[in-house]
């Protein structure tokens, strides 16, 4: 196959991120003291940070692929919803699909980190699933994009609420009449709701909670495979993708295939998940095979991993390790 080819078909493609978008604020300083107030540190701040996260990461991804996403989700409207967007538009990246409503906060994780360990976190959010009429708005948001042209859509759940049952059912129903492919990163809460989705990919311990079923990986690979065959006939999925850590990845279409990991130096596992979804969908849609969407995508994933935080994935770096590699 040539990579540079089928890298070069990314930059054409529209693809929609439907899930929870937040902000991940960072609060970096020094602890040289103790409070004289109560028994906690005292850090002396010295820069702060704000960046796109949870599924806005998936867009970062596509867009650091060359691919033009488009972020559909509720956020608050609130200062931190404003920065959120402005935050969007500085990336590039569309926030067409972003309806913003005064009944729900947005998404704020703020970590606060000394000499790069985090000392404390804060959530500020509302977790409940939205409204009826703010899963009007969006639905409404995502069918006015899909007229303009859409190549694929990824369906990005954080467990914050955007992804209600029947927001994913009306989705799935307008791909499959748009005949466009669907990706997932699923969580536990809807796990089988994305009932004839394309790619269906949760890591291996989101496999396990899923089907509520226990085993161990490495010397058990029947149980494993039972396991995938059980999500394949509740989901009728055409592909499943299955992350398993250190232990590589898992694809299955017509047939199952292993690939193992590259050895790594690995630095931070944070946000590898978001670069595999999108690497895969970009790679799906452009026609790469099944063992070559799992093989490049675990070059992705293992890649950002070597960079502390969550990092997008560079597109000439991970060329250039897939053309070495594969």
């Given at each position: 196959m040539n990579y540079r080819d089928l890298f070069d078909q990314f930059s054409s493609k529209r693809i929609l991120v439907i899930g929870d978008v937040m902000m991940d604020a960072y609060f970096f300083g020094e602890v040289n003291r103790m409070s004289p107030e109560a028994p906690v540190p005292i850090v002396d701040l010295f820069e702060k940070d704000e960046r796109i996260g949870g599924a806005g990461n998936v867009a970062l991804n596509l867009a650091a692929l060359g691919a033009s996403p488009i972020i559909c989700s509720v956020i608050g409207k609130d200062n931190e919803g404003d920065r959120l967007m402005q935050l969007f538009e500085e990336a590039n990246i569309s926030t067409e699909g972003l309806y913003a409503t005064a009944q729900r906060r947005t998404t704020v994780k703020t970590r606060v980190l000394s000499s790069k360990k985090q000392l404390l976190r804060i959530d500020s959010e509302d977790t409940h699933l939205i409204t009826s009429s703010e899963e009007g708005q969006l639905i409404q948001k995502i069918k006015d994009l899909l007229e303009k042209g859409i190549d694929g859509i990824i369906f990005e759940d954080y467990n914050k609420g955007v992804l209600t049952p029947n927001l994913i059912s009306s989705v799935l129903d307008l791909a499959k009449a748009y005949q466009i492919p669907t990706t997932v990163d699923p969580k536990k809460a809807h796990f089988f709701e994305y009932k004839g989705c394309t790619l269906f990919k949760p890591n291996l311990k989101e496999l396990k909670?899923?089907?509520?079923?226990?085993?161990?990986?490495?010397?058990?690979?029947?149980?494993?495979?039972?396991?995938?065959?059980?999500?394949?006939?509740?989901?009728?999925?055409?592909?499943?993708?299955?992350?398993?850590?250190?232990?590589?990845?898992?694809?299955?279409?017509?047939?199952?295939?292993?690939?193992?990991?590259?050895?790594?130096?690995?630095?931070?596992?944070?946000?590898?998940?978001?670069?595999?979804?999108a690497v895969a969908t970009l790679c799906l849609i452009c026609g790469a095979d099944t063992k070559n969407i799992a093989a490049i995508s675990n070059i992705a994933g293992g890649l950002v991993c070597e960079q502390p935080g969550v990092v997008s994935i560079e597109k000439e770096q991970l060329l250039n390790e897939v053309i070495k590699l594969l």
């Open positions: 909670e899923g089907l509520h079923v226990e085993f161990e990986f490495s010397n058990d690979k029947k149980s494993f495979l039972d396991a995938v065959q059980a999500l394949e006939a509740r989901l009728e999925n055409q592909i499943s993708f299955i992350t398993l850590s250190e232990h590589g990845v898992f694809i299955q279409e017509d047939e199952p295939i292993f690939i193992p990991a590259h050895l790594r130096n690995i630095a931070d596992v944070s946000g590898a998940g978001d670069t595999v979804i």
